[in-house]
């Protein structure tokens, strides 16, 4: 059987956001998927004022789709997921710039490896048009450091994964944000040294899908005060080399097809 990418591209990732936080997008973004918006609003029962858009680098769908138990802590805290397929190339700044612009490669011109700061509209810039209080916690040299940089939001760089997890704990106690992006990469750290189904990238797997689960307890506390969506929203995959290392950028479908997760906390 020949390969077969997933339907839908990541541009429609800021699109979702948008339209559950009811934030109008300008007209450049690639739109929401409508009936994947319309479930998100009928579970939250009107619009989101708080976002936790957490995004664990470098989770191909086969990872999932072979390892599936590794998920169960994402399954208790969302009710939907969704397949999307990653970006030509299919490396961190490329796809997350996609995700954050809703635009193709070519449109936003992150098309390679490179990290230059954006200066088209992103979603951030959008979210604090409209007022919201936006912070990135995200592991050292994050691509979200470089891509999203010098916007009138705040940025917290921790050295790990876990560090991310404690400060973005720290963050949502104070409940001072109504939108928390979130980058982990230990996964992609993993995979690329000890390739993609390793026991370390494995552990690593399940490491951030804890982190997801204590933050998604975190935002449990807010139920009756805030509606919330969640969502686990990797960038790309990875495949195997020749050296028993992982790799990706490829239009192999190890690195293109991706699975999102969203969830609604009301
Ligand atoms: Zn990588």
Same mark, same amino acid.
């Given at each position: 059987m020949a390969d077969h990418y997933n339907t839908?591209? *990541?541009?429609h990732f800021a699109g979702i956001v948008a339209d559950c936080m009811d934030i109008p997008l300008p007209e450049s973004y690639a739109p929401g998927i409508p009936w994947v918006s319309n479930i998100l609003l009928a579970r939250l029962g009107g619009t989101a004022d708080r976002a936790v858009l957490y995004h664990a680098d470098a989770v191909g769908q086969y990872i999932w789709q072979q390892y599936?138990? *590794?998920f169960a802590p994402i399954y208790q805290h969302t009710s939907l997921a969704l397949p999307f397929t990653s970006t030509v190339e299919s490396v961190t700044p490329v796809a997350h710039a996609t995700m954050y612009t809703g635009l193709e490669p070519p449109e936003h011109g992150?098309?390679?490896y490179t990290r230059p700061q954006l200066t088209c509209s992103t979603l951030f810039d959008v979210l604090l048009e409209q007022g919201k209080r936006v912070a990135i916690v995200a592991q050292a040299d994050s691509t979200f450091l470089h891509i999203f940089?010098?916007?009138e939001l705040d940025y917290f760089e921790c050295p790990n994964a876990i560090s991310v997890q404690e400060k973005s704990l720290e963050l949502i106690a104070k409940d001072q944000y109504d939108v928390i992006s979130i980058h982990t990469f230990d996964y992609d750290n993993a995979a690329h040294a000890y390739g993609p189904e390793s026991k370390e990238a494995l552990n690593a797997v399940s490491l951030e899908a804890e982190g997801f689960h204590r933050l998604a307890e975190a935002m449990e506390e807010y139920r009756g005060k805030h509606k919330t969506l969640m969502t686990y929203s990797p960038d790309h995959g990875q495949h195997l080399t020749a050296g028993g290392r992982g790799s990706h950028g490829s239009k192999m479908i190890e690195d293109m097809n991706i699975v999102h997760f969203f969830g609604t906390i009301v």
């Open positions: 839908f591209s *990541l541009k599936t138990d *590794l992150i098309q390679t940089a010098g916007r």
